[in-house]
């Protein structure tokens, strides 16, 4: 999780851990832990069209009540 301008801290990594970054809308990057303490990641905007996403609406309860509206002729 990032703050408000982006930095985050990380614990526990070794030289040669794999961080990926990834964020819709944007190509995901790798980075390859070594000797530095600290990494700049810019994410660079994807050419992937937004109509390919997926959207779910796994949690979301339906109302058991049914919606009666007056009709006139």
């Not at 700049?40 to 779910?56: K, P």
Request: hydrophobic letters at 45%.
């Amino acid at each position: 999780m990032t703050d408000g301008n982006g930095i985050f801290t990380l614990s526990g990594l070794k030289k040669g851990d794999v961080l990926l970054f990834s964020l819709v809308g944007y190509n995901p990057q790798e980075f390859t832990v070594d000797a530095q303490d600290n990494i700049r990641i810019v994410m660079q905007v994807s050419a992937i069209a937004l109509d390919q996403l997926v959207v779910t609406a796994l949690g979301i309860k339906r109302s058991e009540k049914a919606l009666a509206m007056p009709c006139r002729k």
